[in-house]
Nanobody, 122 residues
């Protein structure tokens, strides 16, 4: 498994931007597909975006398509989520996840970070 630490969350007004980062430990980061999920209070954890091992393929939830961008830097063992045009409904704890297989379901990911809070005020 790989250890993951997220950063970059905070409070932002609607329409603003935030950039989340996830730092991974280990020498095999490039072997892992990566994803971002989020969980709002009282709701299930939901898929936000994923990226394949090389970074050449990405996939987004419809709710964030066109506003969020996932990227990775295998040389620095990091994956990022650039979030633009934020809405109050984007408020949630955001989690970075890793697994050898690319997916969209939380249960398919074996490694998780501790989460970072994103709050969007109206």
């Amino acid at each position: 498994q790989v250890q993951l630490v997220e950063s970059g969350g905070g409070l932002v007004q609607a329409g603003g931007s935030l950039r989340l980062s996830c730092a991974a430990s280990g020498r095999t980061f490039s072997s892992y597909a990566m994803a971002w999920f989020r969980q709002a209070p009282g709701k299930e954890r939901e898929f936000v975006a994923n990226i394949n091992r090389s970074g050449g393929r990405t996939y987004y939830a419809d709710s964030v398509k066109g506003r969020f961008t996932i990227t990775r830097d295998n040389a620095k063992n990091t994956v990022s989520l650039q979030m633009n045009s934020l809405k109050p409904e984007d408020t949630a704890v955001y989690y970075c996840a890793a697994d050898l297989i690319l997916g969209v379901e939380p249960r398919t990911f074996g490694s998780w970070g501790q989460g970072t809070q994103v709050t969007v005020s109206s």
